[in-house]
């Protein structure tokens, strides 16, 4: 398989639960992202991996826990989270930090915090 | 660092009519520019980028750019609107300057009438 997936597509959780996003690219690329889209805001940049080490966490609160085991793989641990934080979470991958090849994005999962 | 604005939240054309939707960027250093679109709960995905080469460039679905640097503009045109076009549009810019992520402006969400 190609491109960027993820997975699950659609989330439900309540705020005392634990979850875990997944995201895997076989694009070979070297950097990946989080992003979270929520209705009406622009795209907010969360975190930024490098060959798996972490180059930025955009002030995420510590609710959100990030985790790279290899450049192909990305997750997103969630736990204790509030209803503000339902939104569309993406992934995306490029093949350098450099924005000048542009991102792969992957669907989304669209999360709910109940 | 590099930004982009894009002019207008929303923007909505009849089904047949030319589509323009505006995008400004600042960029010290010559820019990499982008264009993305995204459908409802799907992540975005690439319509055409400018790299340098050609200043007019095609994408996918008819949709094609031109780059003007003394506008500091990169709009992205249709000549004729069709309803499956209806979607959120972001534009993005880069720069081959270290590590410059792609930039989104706050995208703009186009409504095709029938």
């Known amino acids: 398989e190609t491109g960027v997936t993820q997975t699950p597509r659609h989330l439900v959780m309540g705020m005392t639960n634990k979850k875990s996003l997944k995201c895997e690219q076989h694009?070979?690329?070297?950097?990946m992202y989080w992003y979270k889209q929520s209705a009406k805001k622009p795209l907010e940049l969360m975190f930024v991996?490098?060959?798996?080490?972490?180059?930025e966490n955009n002030s995420v609160p510590s609710r959100f826990s990030p985790e790279c085991p290899n450049s192909s793989h990305l997750f997103l641990h969630l736990h204790t989270l509030q209803p503000e934080d339902s939104a569309l979470y993406l992934c995306?991958?490029?093949?350098?930090?450099?924005?000048?090849?542009?991102?792969?994005f992957g669907s989304g999962t669209r999360l709910t915090v109940v | 660092a590099q930004s982009v604005t894009q002019l207008g939240s929303h923007v909505s054309v009849s089904e047949g009519a030319l589509v323009l939707l505006r995008c400004n960027y600042s960029s010290s250093v010559p820019p990499y520019l982008f264009w993305y679109v995204q459908y409802p709960n799907q992540g975005l995905q690439l319509l055409l980028k400018?790299?340098?080469?050609?200043?007019l460039v095609k994408g996918i679905n008819g949709f094609e750019a031109e780059f003007k640097k003394s506008e500091t503009s990169f709009h992205l045109t249709k000549p004729s609107a069709h309803m499956s076009d209806a979607a959120e549009y972001f534009c993005?810019?880069?720069?081959?300057?270290?590590?410059?992520?792609?930039?989104f402006g706050q995208g703009t969400r186009l409504t095709i009438n029938p």
């Open positions: 991996y490098n060959f798996k080490e972490q180059t």
């Open positions: 995306a991958s490029s093949q350098d930090l450099t924005g000048r090849y542009g991102y792969t």
């Open positions: 993005a810019v880069s720069a081959d300057q270290g590590a410059q992520k792609l930039v």
């Open positions: 400018y790299t340098s080469a050609a200043t």
């Open positions: 694009l070979g690329h070297n950097a």
